[in-house]
């Protein structure tokens, strides 16, 4: 008489579409780190697209005025969260994507069943950020992340390193002489503020029917010109890469690899950030200072690498031993990136749109600045209370319920 197997799925199921969520205890630290901390960084650059009643500047949605605590907002803004946020977001749901794949194959799923259980996820995905921007937020991201998963996993999951390293170093290539060519044409071309206008639109409408149209128009573009920009595919590459060698999973083996890509990242992006944020307030004069945005944000991609360096590092600094509070509750909030991400449309859109409430009209640079950290800081506790109460974020498990839905 055989033995039955435990926990083996029903006949007829794929292991890798009926395997249980990872338990807590085998997740990296790192990983739910950077994102907890990378959703205030999110909230940051959200913010300022809700004040629909000022007159924009140079560098995309920020006031060309305001005071000495909305210029500070306004700096801050430019030099760490502006361009920043959606790379670091974009390796790190890469770097999960790596996780995913490798646990499964683990487990003894076979090769295409991993593949087919990561396409239905990020069609999911895709899904998830078409209702989200036509519900709530035209800036949703969960949209491109789903097109990057559908075309970039089967091109690129398999390749060697040496075949990773070169696209990545092509993409950034062609990507920083296109955004030099652009800031050069610039000079010639007054590059006008009408796409990110476009942005203001949204949130000034006060029929929430009419709203929707102009998210869907303004979402829909989004997940190609994230393609045709680059960086994106880039970072997604890096995250592979940095999955494949566990460099957040086990940064104690990588030491001086997180400190160089820390230290050249962060020098490089902020750098550049505080050069944007210097032609916005003026210290900095040049013909036309909204030349240099598309640079800018190009540079964004060597901010989010080094920021998840850092935190690779903090992680090594507070293996061992109980992380201190702030940290359990960031890494909370990683453990549920998708319903925090969702949670700040919630909040924000009803609230500060013209069609809800219409706070943004009331709001400066530096109050939205305290709003989005406010709501940022409501996350952290709620999902330290679920973390606390064993429950999982409420976006994750609709997620998984409907990728590893029960097939026959």
């Known amino acids: 008489m055989s033995t039955p197997i435990r926990n083996a799925p029903p006949a007829g199921r794929d292991p890798a579409l009926t395997a249980a969520p990872t338990p807590v205890a085998e997740r990296a630290l790192a990983p739910d780190l950077a994102r907890g901390m990378m959703l205030l960084l999110i909230a940051l650059a959200h913010v300022p697209w809700f004040l629909w009643t000022s007159e924009t500047g140079s560098t995309l949605l920020h006031p060309a005025e305001g005071g000495i605590a909305d210029r500070i907002a306004q700096a801050v803004t430019i030099v760490f969260v502006d361009?920043?946020?959606?790379?670091?977001?974009?390796?790190?749901f890469a770097y999960g994507i790596g996780q995913l794949h490798a646990r499964r194959i683990a487990a003894g799923s076979p090769e295409r069943d991993v593949h087919r259980l990561l396409r239905i996820r990020h069609w999911w995905l895709l899904a998830i950020g078409f209702v989200h921007a036509a519900l709530l937020w035209q800036?949703?991201?969960?949209?491109?992340?789903g097109v990057l998963g559908l075309l970039l996993v089967p091109l690129f999951l398999?390749?060697?390193?040496?075949t990773l390293r070169i696209w990545i170093g092509g993409l950034l290539g062609v990507a920083a002489l296109g955004n030099l060519a652009l800031a050069a044409l610039g000079q010639l071309v007054p590059a006008g503020a009408g796409a990110m206008a476009l942005q203001q639109q949204a949130a000034a409408e006060p029929s929430y029917l009419v709203s929707v149209l102009l998210r869907l128009a303004l979402w829909v573009p989004t997940p190609i010109s994230s393609l045709t920009g680059l960086v994106m595919p880039a970072a997604f590459l890096i995250g592979i890469l940095a999955a494949r060698h566990r460099v957040l999973d086990e940064p104690g083996r990588h030491l001086p690899l997180l400190r160089r890509t820390a230290v050249l990242g962060l020098a490089v992006g902020w750098g550049a950030g505080t050069v944007q944020a210097l032609l916005h307030l003026g210290v900095l004069v040049v013909p036309n200072p909204s030349a240099f945005v598309s640079l800018?944000?190009?540079t964004?991609?060597?901010a989010g690498v080094g920021v998840a360096a850092v935190f690779g590092l903090i992680t090594h600094r507070i293996s061992g031993a109980t992380p201190p509070l702030p940290a359990?509750?960031?890494?909370a909030l990683g453990r549920r990136s998708l319903s925090g991400y969702l949670a700040q449309s919630l909040i924000f859109v009803p609230v500060l749109a013209a069609w809800g409430l219409g706070l943004g009209a009331h709001l400066s640079s530096a109050t939205a600045m305290l709003v989005g950290i406010g709501v940022w800081l409501l996350t952290v506790v709620v999902a330290h209370r679920l973390d606390v109460a064993g429950i999982r974020g409420p976006a994750e498990v609709l997620l998984r319920r409907l990728t590893y839905r029960p097939r026959a």
């Open 328 to 331: 359990r509750a960031l890494v």
């Open 139 to 145: 800036g949703d991201i969960l949209g491109t992340y």
């Open 158 to 162: 398999h390749r060697s390193d040496r």
């Open 296 to 298: 800018h944000l190009f």
């Open 300 to 302: 964004g991609i060597f």
């Open 83 to 92: 361009g920043r946020a959606w790379t670091l977001f974009g390796l790190l």
